[in-house]
């Protein structure tokens, strides 16, 4: 299992980033692809995820009407759009697969970084 987060930065307040997760070596109807992120001394957050099967989505409180999640099947990769970002989303944003039936998850990447100026 490969899984390689990129697309971080530095952005300023107001700004949008668009992150992108490239993965591969599982079988992508078992899970559903999630984005989870971690502020400096706060614990991890759930940012959003999407069903591989039926593309169905869901967001954090904190993120919704600003984050947009997507897939491209052909190509394995999925993508976080944020946009209006502010302060309070600077944080390490990983990737990871959640196992739909077993309810765990799975592999996760590296993590890329988004910090936003004020």
């Known amino acids: 299992v490969k899984i390689v987060e990129s697309g971080g930065g530095l952005v300023q307040a107001g700004g949008s980033l668009r992150l992108s997760c490239a993965a591969s070596g599982f079988t992508f109807d078992d899970y559903a692809m999630t984005w989870i992120r971690q502020a400096p001394g706060k614990e991890r957050e759930g940012v959003s995820c999407i069903s591989s099967r039926d593309g169905s989505t869901n967001y954090a409180d904190s993120v919704k009407g600003r984050f947009t999640i997507s897939g491209d099947n052909a190509k394995n990769t999925l993508y976080l759009q944020m946009n209006s970002l502010n302060h309070e989303d600077t944080a390490i944003y990983y990737c990871?697969?959640?196992?739909?039936?077993?309810?765990?998850?799975?592999?996760w990447g590296q993590g890329t970084q988004v910090t936003v100026s004020s």
């Open positions: 990871a697969n959640y196992h739909s039936r077993l309810g765990i998850f799975g592999s």
